[in-house]
Nanobody, 119 residues
Framework: QVQLVESGGGLVQAGGSLRLSCVAS????????LGWYRQAPGKQRELVADISSGASTNYAASVKGRFTISRDNAKNTVYLQMNSLKPEDTAIYYC?????????????WGQGTQVTVSS
């Protein structure tokens, strides 16, 4: 089991910045791929970015160049630095931890944090 607690959401004007944090606790969180997903009203949850334990990163095309994901394994924390925010970035952002120990796939979610970007 992995527990995830997000913080850092809020209201910001277009062009502004926010940094989200997610602290992972429980069973060996350092072995998981940590990431951020988001879900806007009426839309499906989508991957924003994720980062492996070895710091390999993966970004959605819509955020590449504006968002940066990082992790501090000593603190079991993953960050999402969001710059040049746009109104279409408005969503609930969820922290995620996942790994596969075949045939089992483990995935855990945080409670979500609201990000609202005003135009």
């Amino acid at each position: 089991q992995v527990q995830l607690v997000e913080s850092g959401g809020g209201l910001v004007q277009a062009g502004g910045s926010l940094r989200l944090s997610c602290v992972a606790s429980g069973s060996t969180p350092g072995t998981y791929v940590l990431g951020w997903y988001r879900q806007a009203p009426g839309k499906q949850r989508e991957l924003v970015a994720d980062i492996s334990s070895g710091a390999s990163t993966n970004y959605a095309a819509s955020v590449k160049g504006r968002f940066t994901i990082s992790r501090d394994n000593a603190k079991n924390t993953v960050y999402l630095q969001m710059n040049s925010l746009k109104p279409e970035d408005t969503a609930i952002y969820y922290c995620n931890a996942k790994k596969s120990v075949l045939p089992v796939r483990y995935t855990y979610w945080g409670q979500g944090t609201q990000v609202t970007v005003s135009s």
